[in-house]
């Protein structure tokens, strides 16, 4: 990670049991802020008491293109 004031944040979709939670756990244990999301607003769950950010969000769903990721625009979004 870098060290500038405010570390680089990361996006990840998919965040149901798998690799998308896999992910969103390495990087925030590595110390970046994560933003996790997927379609069912229960799978990240647990994510959150981890201190992750989590957005209910369905990439397929085009009737909300943006819904949900206010909160991660307002961070610096390095990778997504």
């Keep these: ?5 405010r570390a680089p944040a990361v996006l990840i979709a998919g965040c149901s049991p798998g690799i998308g ?3 969103a756990t390495s990087l ?3 110390g970046f ?3 996790a999301s997927a379609r069912n607003a229960a799978a ?5 008491g981890r ?3 989590t957005l209910a969000r369905d ?3 085009e009737t909300y293109p943006h819904a949900g ?4 625009r307002r961070a610096r979004m390095d990778a997504a």
């Design 59 to 61: 990439v397929t769903d």
């Design 51 to 53: 201190g992750i950010h």
């Design 1 to 5: 990670m870098t060290s500038n004031d």
């Design 28 to 30: 925030h244990d590595a």
């Design 21 to 23: 939670r896999a992910a």
């Design 69 to 72: 990721l206010r909160p991660a």
């Design 33 to 35: 802020p994560v933003y």
């Design 44 to 48: 990240p769950a647990g994510l959150a």
